[in-house]
């Protein structure tokens, strides 16, 4: 009887718990907000308009997008970005752009020793925290350091009107999704161990 009482008593008291009114939420009452410019507002805040070379370099060095404009700009043409599944993502029409090593050239590499050169990696950070590395043989010893550019002009727009700058782009990569990096705003030049 005991056991019977008890199932009857948690029974009431659950079924009491769940008919409990609560107001409900009107999704017409709630402030509307415009999801869209919310969105445009923090990609528009993550836009950078120079960036800072800094690290082992004889010179730090920050560019903005007038200096590249004084740079080299190489005419790349059409480029098909893949992701890693091997679809087309980004298909970018009459660019223009300056190479990564005539950046890095311009500040120097930190080493009288040749030999060490092979220990030397950059890191290209964005806004957002997003980063891309590549070697130093990657960029001074095989072809793909012959595509690697910062894109001045793009589908028309050059550099001011882009929605991506400052855009880097492996435009050699098979699937160049992952090193598509919008916004630069650094490139670290670092070393695997200790130069001397």
């Known amino acids: 009887m005991k056991y019977l009482i008890f199932i009857f008593l948690m029974f009431t008291s659950f079924n009491a718990y769940s008919q409990t009114k609560s107001t409900p939420v009107l999704f017409e009452s709630m402030p509307q907000t415009n999801h869209k410019e919310i969105i445009l507002?923090?990609?528009?805040?993550?836009?950078?308009?120079?960036?800072?070379?800094?690290?082992?370099?004889?010179?730090?060095?920050?560019?903005?997008?007038?200096d590249l404009l004084q740079l080299k700009q190489d005419s790349i043409g059409t480029v098909y970005i893949k992701n890693h599944k091997g679809d087309i993502v980004i298909n970018a029409k009459d660019m223009k752009g300056v190479l990564l090593k005539t950046i890095l050239d311009s500040t120097g590499i930190l080493s009288k020793n040749?030999?060490?050169y092979n220990q030397f990696?950059?890191?290209l950070t964005a806004a957002d925290g997003y980063k891309n590395?590549?070697?130093?043989?990657?960029?001074?010893?095989?072809e793909i350091g012959n595509h690697v550019y910062i894109i001045t002009e793009k589908n028309d727009k050059n550099l001011n009107q882009l929605p991506e700058k400052i855009l880097v782009l492996s435009a050699n990569d098979i699937y160049g999704g992952g090193r598509y990096l919008k916004s630069l705003s650094s490139i670290e030049i670092k070393a695997i161990d200790e130069i001397k």
């Not at 507002?41 to 007038?66: A, H, P, R, W, Y």
Request: a positive charge; glycine letters at 2%; zero cysteines.
């Open 121 to 123: 990696y950059f890191v």
């Open 114 to 116: 040749y030999k060490n």
């Open 41 to 66: 507002k923090e990609k528009n805040d993550m836009k950078t308009s120079e960036f800072k070379v800094f690290g082992l370099v004889t010179k730090e060095k920050i560019f903005t997008e007038s």
């Open 133 to 142: 590395i590549y070697s130093w043989n990657e960029i001074y010893n095989n």
